[in-house]
């Protein structure tokens, strides 16, 4: 396979020199740098060997097109809802402009319009489907570098997740009725995400040996697989859970266990806006996402002193990195009982050690 090469021109500028049927190609690319020209021609290269390479112009509006119908077959349908989201607000920007033509300065230009009305992490998704977007025009060879190569993602301020405490969570039960009070508890009890508690069935649950099962997930509409690898799991879930669960069983015909009156799929956005948040203000509790409540049994978890990579399998995080950064600062205890057990450990008098 030939690899092609770089050739820095008088002006400055590289060059990419590569072959497509046997005959020859320079392709210049003004301004770029030479990361940018290796990466250029790597990608060139590649779609030459694999059949895919374009030699000719492209709107950007047909580009996304064509890059969304190519991920149809490679990613789940709520994560191409997601892409389809995103690239039709840059298409609104770019519209038919020739994708060669567009400079690193306009994607910035865009992404400066985005700030300040919507958050900071959304403004980071524009630029990583923008990103991807791209770097598949240079893998089809109509264009020789990715404006948005050395574009960096906007700050993201950390937050610390929010939780209810031990008498908050009282409050809220006390609250709480019938499906509403069931499907908290159920979320409080075991971590699980909206998206997978709106899918749940009946035979995901084993009473006797007290687990669920977390298969599926229900997003926008539609059952789907779980957000992850790692969202496939099974989940302990205590007595108190196991006996709710028995008693609405009992007089339950659907398959689903949270359903709508006609025993349909739960409708979310009406959920949380018509029943949860009104009764987070009845309760006198402060608005907390009902996310929070994952974040309330995480955190019980750990303060608990359960083994973190209990927690991760638990909660279904991808790694325990992110398990990590999210509750760590939970952790101060432990840090402290550490240090003294490392100490002991090694049976250091801190009181025979020599003054400073």
Not at 23 to 49: C, F, H, M, N
Not at 236 to 265: C, H, M, Q, W, Y
């Amino acid at each position: 396979m030939a690899r092609g090469s770089i050739i820095k021109r008088a002006s400055g500028n590289y060059a990419i020199v590569f072959y497509v049927d046997g005959k020859q190609k320079w392709k210049t690319l003004p301004g770029a740098t030479l990361k940018q020209a290796e990466r250029a021609l790597a990608d060139i290269v590649g779609s030459v060997y694999e059949g895919t390479y374009q030699d000719k112009n492209i709107g950007f509006n047909e580009l996304v097109d064509n890059w969304l119908e190519s991920l149809k077959a490679q990613v789940k349908p709520s994560t191409l809802d997601f892409y389809q989201n995103i690239s039709k607000q840059l298409v609104e920007r770019f519209k038919s402009s020739n994708v060669r033509n567009i400079t690193t300065l306009q994607v910035e230009n865009y992404l400066a319009t985005k700030i300040g009305h919507i958050s900071n992490r959304t403004v980071g998704y524009h630029l990583t489907v923008a990103r991807m977007i791209f770097k598949k025009a240079m893998i089809w060879g109509y264009c020789y570098k990715n404006p948005t190569d050395f574009i960096k993602k906007p700050r993201v301020e950390h937050k610390e997740v929010k939780i209810l405490s031990a008498d908050q969570v009282d409050t809220l039960l006390a609250a709480a009725q019938g499906q509403t009070r069931l499907l908290i508890i159920t979320a409080l009890l075991t971590g699980c995400r909206a998206g997978e508690l709106m899918a749940l069935r009946w035979q995901d649950i084993d009473l006797v040996a007290g687990v669920i099962s977390i298969t599926r997930n229900y997003v926008r509409g539609k059952i789907s697989t779980p957000k992850s690898r790692g969202s496939y799991r099974q989940i302990v879930i205590p007595p108190l859970l196991v006996d709710e669960l028995a008693r609405v069983k009992a007089g339950k015909e659907s398959d689903l266990i949270f359903t709508k009156s006609n025993g349909g799929p739960l409708d979310w956005s009406n959920f949380y806006n018509r029943e949860f948040l009104p009764l987070l203000k009845r309760a006198g509790l402060p608005r907390v996402k009902f996310h929070s409540l994952r974040h309330t049994y995480a955190s019980t978890l750990v303060a608990s002193g359960e083994d973190l990579k209990f927690i991760q399998g638990q909660l279904g995080h991808s790694s325990l990195t992110m398990t990590l950064n999210t509750y760590s600062h939970l952790l101060p205890g432990k840090a402290i009982d550490a240090g003294r057990r490392i100490q002991a450990a090694f049976n250091i008098n801190t009181t025979k050690l020599p003054k400073a």
